[in-house]
């Protein structure tokens, strides 16, 4: 998430390629779509009522299946918000625990350090195995 100010996030999806990192605006109609496309695959499957409500649900508030059979190219187009880094580009990571205030949530601080920038998020889950396994980088 990446703060907007006066308490409002923007949500971005990270897909990372072995040339690139896109950061992919999270948006209603991408969620929307997604949940259909969850319904009807379900349904396609033969699943009931209940089947079909569990496959709208699976992996609440993750939408990467959204990106499947997308090119790089086509994923940046999907929205004029969608942005890329060269990953040759990302020389560390810095990742800071964060505690909630009234909602009790942990948070982490992310920062991606590039050659001439910092990129910086909010995320409810620990990303320095995924960024480990990506990039080959440790927590800073």
Request: charged share 30%.
């Amino acid at each position: 998430m990446v703060y907007k100010g006066l308490g409002r996030y923007d949500t971005f999806n990270l897909v990372v390629t072995d040339r690139r990192s896109i950061f992919s605006k999270l948006t209603n109609d991408m969620m929307s779509n997604t949940i259909k496309a969850r319904r009807a695959k379900a349904e396609g499957e033969g699943k009931g009522f209940f089947g079909k409500w569990k496959a709208q649900m699976q992996n609440f508030g993750s939408y990467t299946d959204y990106y499947e059979g997308m090119t790089p190219d086509q994923i940046l187009r999907d929205s004029k918000e969608n942005y890329a880094i060269d990953n040759s580009s990302i020389r560390g990571l810095n990742v800071r625990d964060e505690k909630g205030d009234e909602d009790m949530m942990n948070w982490y601080g992310l920062e991606i350090l590039t050659t001439g920038n910092k990129i910086t998020f909010k995320t409810q889950y620990d990303p320095t195995e995924g960024f480990n396994i990506a990039f080959g980088l440790q927590k800073g």
